[in-house]
């Protein structure tokens, strides 16, 4: 088993919301909103696209682990920004979302990414585990796709998820938008390393140096390879559940607004 490193990652780029730092041929992209458990906002969205590009360019860079700063990975959208003050008109901007290629699923040079979980992956947080290309998960881990609790379609999260953990548990946690804890997605293979709490990222650079072992080219065809089974069955579920047109119901206001008011939501399925 190779040594950690002791030295700490070099800063390269500091985001508004998230860091890009490289420690050798590895690199680490932290999301930095600890004190909203590095919620999605629009910031966030822009910059992670902006730390991904640069890990793609990034010569120096052979494999990259993407962590989350303070008690979680990273906790879904953020309900008041994304959701709640917006217009019909981004919602519905909101509702169809990122292309089916999400974060990762378009590439030049496609090197491999590590998921480095603890604490929560919700909806925009499990997305980012299953489009890395191999998750280390803390016990303390839990996985969901809330968007089903938020009144919106979580198709294409569901297909990223199934494409590697086909199961009734796939289905279990779309339909009922319920947590799921990454002992169970261990067992089902969503996750490849399940770890003491807090040891997330040291294993995560363990399995990165297994990467670096490989002939770069080789790991970089595997990496292009596998991303391509979630990317059109992404669009699949797309072409099924935009047509619902979800973000315009009342039950999609009421999930929000309930949220944010701390109470129970009150649906009447229209």
């Given at each position: 088993?190779?040594?950690?490193?002791?030295?700490?990652?070099?800063?390269?780029?500091?985001?508004?919301?998230?860091?890009?730092?490289?420690?050798?041929?590895?690199?680490?992209?932290?999301?930095n909103?600890?004190?909203?458990?590095?919620?999605?906002?629009?910031?966030?969205?822009?910059?992670?696209?902006?730390?991904?590009?640069?890990?793609?360019?990034?010569?120096?860079?052979?494999?990259?682990?993407?962590h989350?700063?303070?008690?979680?990975?990273?906790?879904?959208?953020?309900?008041?920004?994304?959701?709640?003050?917006?217009?019909?008109?981004?919602?519905?901007?909101?509702?169809?979302?990122?292309?089916?290629?999400?974060?990762?699923?378009?590439?030049?040079n496609?090197?491999?990414?590590?998921?480095?979980?603890?604490?929560?992956?919700?909806?925009?947080?499990?997305?980012?585990?299953?489009?890395?290309?191999?998750?280390?998960?803390?016990?303390?881990?839990?996985?969901?796709?809330?968007?089903?609790?938020?009144?919106l379609?979580?198709?294409?999260?569901?297909?990223?998820?199934?494409?590697?953990?086909?199961?009734?548990?796939?289905?279990?946690?779309?339909?009922t938008?319920?947590?799921?804890?990454?002992?169970e997605?261990?067992?089902?293979?969503?996750?490849?390393?399940?770890?003491?709490?807090?040891?997330?990222?040291?294993?995560?650079?363990?399995?990165?140096?297994?990467?670096?072992?490989?002939?770069?080219?080789?790991?970089?065809?595997?990496?292009?390879?596998t991303?391509?089974?979630w990317?059109?069955?992404?669009?699949?579920?797309?072409?099924?559940?935009l047509?619902?047109?979800?973000?315009?119901?009342?039950?999609?206001?009421?999930?929000?607004?309930?949220?944010?008011?701390?109470?129970?939501?009150e649906?009447?399925?229209?």
């Amino acid at each position: 088993m190779p040594e950690t490193p002791t030295e700490e990652p070099k800063v390269i780029t500091e985001y508004e919301t998230m860091m890009y730092k490289r420690r050798g041929k590895v690199a680490y992209i932290m999301f930095n909103r600890p004190q909203a458990l590095n919620a999605v906002n629009d910031q966030f969205e822009e910059d992670l696209h902006s730390a991904l590009l640069e890990f793609d360019l990034d010569d120096e860079a052979w494999v990259a682990i993407v962590h989350g700063a303070g008690r979680s990975f990273c906790a879904g959208a953020d309900i008041k920004q994304r959701f709640v003050a917006m217009t019909p008109e981004q919602s519905a901007r909101r509702e169809r979302g990122p292309n089916p290629e999400g974060y990762m699923g378009r590439s030049i040079n496609w090197k491999p990414v590590i998921a480095a979980v603890h604490g929560y992956a919700l909806g925009a947080g499990i997305v980012i585990a299953a489009e890395s290309d191999m998750i280390v998960a803390s016990e303390d881990a839990k996985f969901g796709i809330t968007e089903t609790r938020r009144g919106l379609p979580g198709g294409r999260i569901w297909a990223k998820v199934n494409a590697f953990m086909p199961s009734k548990i796939a289905s279990e946690m779309v339909i009922t938008g319920e947590h799921i804890d990454a002992a169970e997605l261990y067992r089902l293979g969503l996750v490849n390393r399940l770890v003491p709490t807090g040891e997330h990222v040291r294993v995560a650079e363990e399995l990165a140096e297994k990467v670096l072992k490989s002939p770069p080219l080789a790991t970089r065809a595997a990496v292009k390879l596998t991303r391509r089974q979630w990317v059109q069955t992404g669009a699949e579920a797309d072409m099924q559940m935009l047509p619902l047109k979800l973000h315009l119901t009342e039950d999609f206001k009421e999930a929000s607004q309930s949220f944010v008011e701390k109470r129970a939501p009150e649906y009447h399925a229209r």
